[in-house]
């Protein structure tokens, strides 16, 4: 059964940081695509990012530059480093994966950004 947890939400203010993390299970997690995506409230849900099996990554125009997607193999662990947080990057933060023909979602961990 695969299972995605996200942590490491919080109340921050603007210009921190905070690093989220996601443990998967119930799959083969090396090779799998793992993405980050966002939904604040009154919003569609929109994509933050993705790695790749090799490490690769790719960010949406409105994070870049301040955005980090990373994972541990090891540890079937998936983070996401956000630095210069701003108010509107406020949303809850989910996990997603593709696998075996469907589409798996994590419950997401809320992310509040304000003075």
């Known amino acids: 059964q695969v299972q995605l947890v996200e942590s490491g939400g919080g109340l921050v203010q603007p210009g921190g940081s905070l690093r989220l993390s996601c443990v998967a299970s119930?799959?083969?997690?090396?090779?799998?695509?793992m993405k980050w995506y966002r939904q604040a409230p009154g919003k569609e849900r929109e994509l933050v990012g993705f790695?790749?099996?090799?490490?690769?990554?790719y960010y949406a125009d409105s994070v870049k530059g301040r955005f980090t997607i990373s994972r541990d193999n090891g540890k079937n662990t998936v983070f996401l480093q956000m630095n210069s947080l701003k108010p509107e990057d406020t949303a809850v933060y989910l996990c997603?994966?593709?696998?075996?023909?469907?589409?798996?979602w994590g419950r997401g961990t809320q992310v509040t950004v304000s003075s």
């Open positions: 997603n994966v593709f696998q075996s023909g469907q589409v798996y």
């Open positions: 119930g799959f083969t997690f090396r090779p799998t695509i």
């Open positions: 790695i790749s099996r090799d490490g690769s990554t």
